[in-house]
């Protein structure tokens, strides 16, 4: 991992909502193990307790928190989405007023329900357009870890060799969650505006397209020709 110039960041506390599944629960293990302070939200308090009890203890960390996913998205400063595109919407109506002014990262892409290997885009352009749409324009929303594959997440004692691209409208944004990614091992790199969103969430279906051609699990990305530190 190449060794970046930075000064020293603010230790923000990140809500991953819908973070006692299986890819929430593996991005809050990686934040939590960089140090960086975490709250699971679940639909149920006690579930997001027990969640946050039982990462503590398996990854020997004391950062991880649990409640709601309304608390976990009032109390953070950056908010993950960790939900599936199919079940979004209640939950966004449920935070979009405790997240005006606040980073919303989406992991989820377009895709088709009936076949994943085919992208199949929302009005909006984007699963993170629409999100942005109906959060209004206070949110500051970007798109982030659509093409890793969630065994690569799951992981969580190994390296991971894809890229990560993050785009959206807010340039600071933007850059803030590219430097939390880099503190967890990861690259990422700014993909720009909002609009281009949909190449990364429908980047996701072509390599699951790939994984079933080819017969393996976890086919990444990776950005060639731009220097890495």
């Given at each position: 991992m190449?060794?970046?110039?930075?000064?020293?960041?603010?230790?923000?506390?990140?809500?991953?909502?819908?973070?006692?599944?299986?890819?929430?629960?593996?991005?809050?293990?990686?934040?939590?193990?960089?140090?960086?302070?975490?709250?699971?939200g679940s639909r149920d308090a006690t579930k997001g307790e027990n969640a946050a009890r039982e990462l503590n203890a398996r990854w020997n960390v004391t950062t991880i928190e649990g409640t709601s996913n309304r608390d976990a998205a009032a109390?953070?400063?950056?908010?993950?989405?960790?939900?599936?595109?199919?079940?979004?919407?209640?939950?966004?109506?449920?935070?979009?007023?405790?997240?005006?002014?606040k980073i919303v990262i989406n992991v989820a892409s377009s895709l088709d329900p009936e076949r994943k290997s085919r992208a199949k885009p929302p009005a909006a352009g984007s699963v993170t357009a629409e999100v942005q749409q109906f959060l209004g324009e206070s949110a500051r929303v970007v798109c982030a870890f659509q093409n890793i594959a969630p065994e690569k997440l799951e992981a969580v004692d190994e390296k991971i060799d894809t890229d990560v691209i993050v785009c959206g409208d807010d340039k600071d944004a933007r850059a803030t969650v590219i430097e939390l990614i880099r503190r967890i091992g990861i690259e990422a790199f700014d993909g720009g505006a909002l609009v281009n969103a949909v190449a990364v969430e429908a980047m996701t279906a072509i390599l699951i397209a790939i994984n079933i051609k080819y017969k393996v699990r976890g086919a990444g990305i990776r950005i060639t020709g731009v220097p890495r530190g």
């Open positions: 190449p060794n970046y110039p930075t000064t020293e960041s603010p230790n923000h506390l990140i809500a991953i909502i819908g973070g006692t599944g299986k890819e929430g629960s593996a991005i809050a293990a990686r934040f939590a193990k960089a140090g960086l302070r975490v709250i699971i109390r953070a400063d950056i908010v993950l989405l960790a939900v599936p595109y199919a079940g979004m919407r209640p939950i966004l109506e449920d935070l979009r007023d405790v997240v005006q002014g």
